[in-house]
Nanobody, 124 residues
Framework: VQLQASGGGLVQPGGSLRLSCAVS????????IGWFRQAPGKEREGVSY????????LYADSVAGRFTASRDTAKNTVYLQMNSLEPEDTAVYYC??????????????????WGQGTQVTVSS
């Protein structure tokens, strides 16, 4: 299983970015995917989740209404559209996969494979 996160960068407050997580070696139809982020000096936190059948998406309270997770099974890619970005969103963002259905989606230890992370910096 390989996950490749991309799409990060520097954006001004209020701006938007779309992160991509390209997955190889598995089918998205068999795996739950989570998005996490980690800011310097802080623990890794769950940002969003999309279920293996694509029918369920969940979000941290801090990003609900601003971030949207989606997927393209033909491209085996999961996306995180991030709008109305705030300086507090600055972090390295990771995607992760779990073969088993994730009961507590925001718990990093329940995911078995991780991408390398992409830096998101929100600053004026």
């Amino acid at each position: 299983v390989q996950l490749q996160a991309s799409g990060g960068g520097l954006v001004q407050p209020g701006g938007s970015l779309r992160l991509s997580c390209a997955v190889s070696g598995i089918s998205l139809n068999d795996y739950d995917i989570g998005w996490f982020r980690q800011a310097p000096g802080k623990e890794r936190e769950g940002v969003s989740y999309i279920s293996s059948n694509g029918g369920r998406t969940l979000y941290a309270d801090s990003v609900a209404g601003r971030f949207t997770a989606s997927r393209d099974t033909a491209k085996n890619t999961v996306y995180l559209q991030m709008n109305s970005l705030e300086p507090e969103d600055t972090a390295v963002y990771y995607c992760a996969s779990s073969r088993a259905r994730v009961v507590i989606w925001y718990r990093p230890t329940l995911y078995t494979s991780w991408g390398q992370g992409t830096q998101v910096t929100v600053s004026s």
